[in-house]
């Protein structure tokens, strides 16, 4: 006991400890102070909006969503790891990663007015999708996130988006009190990126000019030959988690949207949780690899078992607490929400443990595993949707959701690579 107790303090007073704890604190407490100003503001639109105004405007942005696989170029997964592999490239992986993201994103934005214009003859509609979609232009500089990430130092990160959150979050209160209407914060979407734009140029110059930056067509080709199976994946799975807003809009109507988006948005306020525990403590796990003495494995084991059981910390209340949540939250008109949260909220348990499962196969460059398990996600949520909207409402959609979620994860774990690491850790610890 006195050497476990020796060990665990050394471990604590260690340089690394402190440096991920620290950073893991600036993404927690940053997310935490962004998501509640985020999210009563956004209770407070809705509530304003009402259900079928709402509800449009969640369809605009989810048709949007749709695009935004080809704007990304499944590029941010791999620039993540080549900036934690080779620093000392830094310059030329994000001048190539930005120049090939903008040119995605006008392909994105070409295709999204294309779609919208065909598929929604109603140009209140479809103006607000173009509105939204132009964001796809100023999102690339966005990826200075992964640099700091790769740093470890969240500092950054954490103060550009309070600092945008704030800066959002007046002007839609604005719009609001003012009686401005739906264009107006169609507007702020586009604003968004804008600002997170103009303020992480601003702090990543406090590190290195950003004029060092160079895009060369060997590191393009290379990030593209690496990243397509992502790109490919990230559409599987923005159409398993885009794909219900839009059918119901289609199956049944906009006020039917509305309802669902508001059970789902809570649903997944606490989804910020496993994605600070796998930005902070992943890279750790990452370099253990080098250690070649068991200690990846056991790492990946105790990671997926915190993973899991954050995710169903969080399920348990709001399960239980659903009806309440809504009630005071959106008042009577949006009570049908009450059930869809109840039901989607057990989805963030094989949401959480997909994400950390895609971070480990991105990190063992299993890209065929990440592809296959978003192929299958994204055909048994269309299929589920197909089936149980017509049968059951929208309740069915959050039941085609549950189910598409945890199909996820239990394709990725069913890798033989990850058997064997979990075979080697579970044969460790008897």
Do not use: C
Request: glycine share 6%; aromatic share 16%.
């Amino acid at each position: 006991m006195e050497q476990l107790i020796q060990k665990t303090s050394g471990f604590v007073q260690s340089h690394g400890f402190k440096r991920y704890a620290s950073n893991t604190s600036w993404l927690f407490l940053g997310r935490i102070f962004t998501l509640v100003i985020a999210f009563f503001v956004s209770t407070y639109v809705a509530r304003y909006l009402g259900p079928n105004n709402y509800g449009l405007l969640s369809y605009a942005i989810g048709i949007v969503g749709l695009f935004s696989f080809v704007a990304n170029l499944g590029i941010d997964q791999i620039i993540y790891r080549e900036l934690i592999k080779y620093p000392e490239k830094e310059a030329d992986l994000l001048g190539s990663a930005i120049t090939l993201k903008f040119f995605g994103g006008l392909v994105a934005y070409a295709g999204l007015a294309i779609t919208t214009l065909t598929i929604d003859h109603n140009w209140f509609i479809s103006s607000l999708v173009l509105i939204i979609g132009a964001t796809f232009v100023f999102t690339p500089l966005q990826t200075l996130n992964f640099y700091f990430q790769a740093k470890v130092v969240s500092k950054k990160i954490t103060i550009v988006q309070v600092v945008t959150v704030v800066i959002l979050s007046i002007l839609k209160i604005g719009i609001v009190f003012f009686n401005k209407g739906i264009y107006y914060l169609a507007a702020v979407a586009l604003i968004e990126p804008i600002l997170y734009a103009v303020f992480y140029i601003y702090a990543y110059s406090r590190y290195a000019p950003v004029r060092n930056w160079t895009s060369t067509r060997s590191t393009a080709t290379l990030l593209l030959r690496d990243s397509w199976p992502f790109m490919i994946a990230a559409a599987f799975s923005i159409i398993y988690t885009r794909i219900d807003q839009i059918m119901i809009e289609h199956m049944l109507n906009a006020t039917a949207v509305g309802i669902y988006s508001v059970g789902e948005n809570i649903a997944e306020v606490w989804y910020f949780v496993p994605g600070v525990i796998i930005t902070s403590l992943f890279p750790a796990i990452v370099n253990a690899r080098t250690m070649n003495n068991g200690s990846y494995e056991r790492r990946l084991f105790y990671f997926f078992i915190l993973i899991a059981a954050v995710a169903l910390l969080f399920a348990l209340p709001i399960h239980f607490l659903s009806g309440f949540i809504i009630s005071i939250l959106y008042g009577s008109k949006y009570a049908g929400s009450a059930i869809i949260l109840s039901i989607y909220v057990w989805a963030g348990i094989g949401y959480s443990i997909g994400m950390a499962a895609t971070n480990y196969l991105t990190a063992e460059n299993h890209r065929v595993a990440i592809f296959m398990s978003a192929l299958a996600g994204a055909i048994s949520n269309v299929i589920l949707n197909l089936v149980f909207i017509p049968r059951f409402g929208i309740m069915g959609s959050a039941y085609a959701t549950l189910i598409s979620y945890s199909i996820i994860p239990i394709s990725m774990l069913a890798s033989r690579s990850i058997r064997a690491h979990a075979y080697k850790v579970v044969k460790s610890i008897l």
